[in-house]
Structure formats: structure tokens, C-alpha cells
């Protein structure tokens, strides 16, 4: 193919095929019910089940376990045509395909995969990852939810995870089905943290719900918890690779989640741009469209130009990314660096222009500009970023000359 008709955003017939059938099930299904589950705080577990039987749910997981075996690309497609509508639901999205189903299906066994991934890319099982907890984020290694060794060969889990998206599936506390679940198996010859993974399922003892995490400023459709480990036993065909193996799964699946959460960034902008854009046309002040100000003209030029931008860049970083390696964050950092501020401001932009009613929920952009929020805290901080560009950058900079 000639590369200057290469459409960036949809590289082959399959991703063309792929977002027009996402766009027109999020039109139908997905935008009629955000605002209510976002003033409710609830989550639609329906609407998420459905995406297992249109085969998104494992989009990247091998076809022979249930999925659909296409790449980061095709990932970025269904991320940024959900958050179009509805971040919140994006998020629940996320949680379960990105961070728990690729996850297996890059790192577990034949054997977890052959049990497990059925299950969660058909829908039957809804799932999370649990990595963050009340007093540490950032600092993962950090973290204190140990896994001891037991004579019988079970390990005991005792800790507490917090913010854990699809951690519980109602108001009522109930679990989901499967937590990918990140526990300190040891520390090295350093002092460091070694950290092992636990598939936790929704009936393994001493596994509970803390709390569901209520009134948060955005992604109100997605639910959070608290989850709690309290003398949890887990045998050991549940353990995750080798004790101590488990920072590389986590920073590989990193990327791939940092990616997502900017095509999040880009649905987020491009909604906003064209809300802006129609509301600019149809209000007049003063007897003329508000189109034909200066200053309005300044947010929807601005706002365009940068959706554009974050879409360049995201796609030339998706087209990159290959699943099955790792060593891939400097750019997967880059793009949410700079995505989640843009997409931010672009909402914000949308509801200056739209004036009053861009303040309330039935205009929608109030709705993004509290989602786009939690994009620059979620899956690393802005400053995480900064700080990892930074410390890629002392190594290697070859990439800028
Ligand atoms: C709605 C929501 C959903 C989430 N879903 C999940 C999930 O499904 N699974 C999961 O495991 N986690 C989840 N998280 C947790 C999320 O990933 C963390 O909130 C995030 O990693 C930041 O951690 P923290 O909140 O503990 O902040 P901290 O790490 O305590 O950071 C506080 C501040 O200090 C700054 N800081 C920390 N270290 C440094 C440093 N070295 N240099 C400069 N500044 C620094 C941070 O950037 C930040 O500004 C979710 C969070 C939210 C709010």
C-alpha cells in the first residue's frame, strides 16, 4: 500500500471492520445509558456482558481460548470509541480486558489460560486487577499484601488492595468472579520487594470486599473497591508463573494499559470537539453564531488541533506495540502523559463554550471533563510518567539524535 493512504487510525480492513461495528453498538447501546449510570454510580453489568458476545472481551487474547487474537491497536479502537460515550463504562472495560484477560493471556499457563479465559472473554466471568493499595500507588514496590508458603504447598495472602476497579460488582458488596492479584512473596539480595501473582476467585477464603468506594468525582460508572485478603488461601495451580516473577508482568501490562487509558484521552477529545464545534453553530449571542467570535474560534482551533495531535501519536504508538514484549513504556508513558492533560482541558474548553448548559449532565461534556480527571492519576500519575520518560531517557536517548 501506498503509505499516504494509510489511514493511521484504521490500519487494515479488520480495524476499519472492528470500529464501525463498536461505533454502532456504542451508539445504540452504550450513549442512551451513560448518563443515568453516572448520576446512579452504578455499573451495567449487562452492557459489559453483552461485549462478550460481540467478542471484544478478550480482543487481545488468543483465539484458541475464547478471543478475538488481534493486537494493541485494535484495543485502541474499542477504548476510545466507549469513552466517545461513556469513560465510566471504558473503565470497567479496561479493568477487565486489558488488565486481567491480556494479562493471562500473555503470562499465564496453558492450563490457568484453558480454564479461565473462556470464562471472562465470553462475559460468564467478570474480572480485575489489584495492584494499589491504602498506603501505597506509586511506590508499588512498596507494597505490603504479603503471600506466605505453606507446608501443603497453599499460599496465605493476608493484605489489603484499594481502588480496585470491578473489585465488587453491585452496591451490595458482591465480588467479582476472578482478581488478578498482585502479593510481596520475598524481598532480593537488595531489599526489594518480590512480587508474585494470585488468580483470587470470588469464593476463595478469606477473600472479601472491603467496601464499594462511593461519590467519586468521575468514572461513576465503573465501580471501585476495596478488597481485603484475611488469611486468604490459594493453591498453587492459582500462583502466576514463578514466585518473585511478577514486576515483569506488571510492567509489560502497563503499557498496554497506559496506551488504553489515552485512547480513553482521545474519545474524551474528540467528543468534546465535536460538542463544542455543534453548539458553536446552533447559539447566537448578539445576533450572530458564537461560531463567529474570536475567542470561541481560539477554543474549537486549539481543541481540534490537539485531538489531532493525541491521535497521531497514539495510533503511531499503538501500531508499535507488540503484546508479547516489554521494554515499550517510553512511549506508552508519553502518549497518557500528554493525552490525559489535553483531553482534560479540551473538556473544559467544551464547557466554556457551551456556557450553562455545558454545566450540567444532559450536555454531556460536564460528564468527561470529571472522567478525564482520573486519567491523569490512574495507571501512574503524571508525574510517574515524567519521572519514567526521565530516568528511559538517562539510558538510552538515542530517539531524539
Ligand atoms: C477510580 C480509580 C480506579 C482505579 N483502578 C485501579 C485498579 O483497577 N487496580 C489498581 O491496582 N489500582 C487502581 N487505581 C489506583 C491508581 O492506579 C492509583 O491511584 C495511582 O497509581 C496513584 O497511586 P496513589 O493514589 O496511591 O497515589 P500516590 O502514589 O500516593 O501519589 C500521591 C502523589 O504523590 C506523587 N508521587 C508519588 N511518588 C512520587 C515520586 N517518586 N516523584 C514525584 N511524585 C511522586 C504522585 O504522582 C501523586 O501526585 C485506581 C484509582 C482510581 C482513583
Not at 1 to 12: C, E, G, R, V
Not at 166 to 181: A, I, M, R, Y
Not at 344 to 363: L, T
Not at 377 to 399: A, F, M, P, V, W
Amino acid at each position: 500500500m501506498d503509505y499516504k493512504s494509510l489511514d493511521i487510525a484504521n490500519p487494515t480492513e479488520e480495524h476499519a471492520m472492528l470500529r464501525e461495528m463498536v461505533r454502532s453498538w456504542v451508539a445504540e447501546e452504550v450513549e442512551p445509558q451513560a448518563l443515568e449510570y453516572d448520576r446512579e454510580e452504578k455499573f451495567n453489568l449487562p452492557l459489559l456482558r453483552q461485549m462478550g458476545e460481540l467478542g471484544l472481551l478478550g480482543i487481545t487474547a488468543q483465539e484458541d481460548y475464547g478471543g478475538a487474537g488481534m493486537d494493541a491497536l485494535a484495543a485502541v479502537i474499542i477504548h476510545e470509541e466507549l469513552s466517545y460515550s461513556d469513560p465510566g463504562f471504558a473503565l470497567a472495560y479496561l479493568a477487565h480486558s486489558m488488565l486481567f484477560v491480556n494479562n493471562l493471556a500473555r503470562n499465564g499457563s496453558d492450563a490457568q489460560k484453558a480454564a479461565v479465559l473462556p470464562k471472562v472473554c465470553s462475559g460468564e466471568w467478570i474480572a480485575a486487577m489489584a495492584m494499589s493499595e491504602p498506603d501505597i500507588g506509586t511506590d508499588v514496590l512498596g507494597m505490603s499484601a504479603t503471600a506466605e508458603l505453606r507446608d501443603d504447598g497453599c499460599w496465605v495472602l493476608n493484605g489489603r488492595k484499594m481502588w480496585i476497579t470491578n473489585g465488587c460488582l453491585d452496591d451490595d458488596g458482591t465480588p467479582c468472579d476472578v482478581v488478578w492479584t498482585y502479593a510481596k512473596t520475598g524481598v532480593d539480595a537488595k531489599g526489594r520487594a518480590e512480587v508474585s501473582t494470585f488468580l483470587v476467585y470470588a469464593d476463595t477464603p478469606g477473600f472479601s470486599v472491603g467496601q464499594k468506594i462511593m461519590d467519586k468525582t468521575g468514572m461513576r460508572g465503573s465501580n471501585t473497591a476495596e478488597l481485603v485478603y484475611d488469611d486468604c488461601i490459594v493453591s498453587p495451580e492459582n500462583m502466576v508463573g514463578q514466585p518473585g516473577e511478577s514486576m515483569i508482568h506488571m510492567m509489560r501490562n502497563l503499557e498496554l494499559e497506559r496506551l488504553t487509558l489515552g485512547a480513553m484521552s482521545l474519545g474524551i477529545a474528540r467528543r468534546s470537539v465535536y460538542e463544542m464545534n455543534r453548539y458553536a453553530s446552533e447559539r447566537e449571542a448578539f445576533g450572530r453564531p458564537i461560531r463567529d467570535f474570536g475567542q470561541i474560534q481560539r477554543y474549537i482551533g486549539q481543541s481540534f488541533a490537539e485531538w489531532r495531535a493525541i491521535e497521531a501519536y497514539l495510533y503511531n504508538v499503538a501500531r508499535q506495540m507488540d503484546l508479547e514484549k516489554s521494554g515499550q513504556r517510553l512511549d506508552s508513558d508519553g502518549i497518557k502523559l500528554v493525552s490525559t492533560t489535553l483531553a482534560k482541558e479540551i473538556a473544559d474548553r467544551a464547557m466554556q463554550v457551551m456556557g450553562g448548559y455545558g454545566y450540567v449532565g444532559e450536555y454531556v461534556v460536564e460528564r468527561l471533563w470529571r472522567d478525564a480527571k482520573l486519567l491523569e492519576i490512574g495507571g501512574g500519575t503524571l508525574e510517574s510518567h515524567q519521572k519514567n520518560i526521565t530516568n528511559d531517557l538517562s539510558r538510552d536517548s538515542s530517539i531524539i539524535g
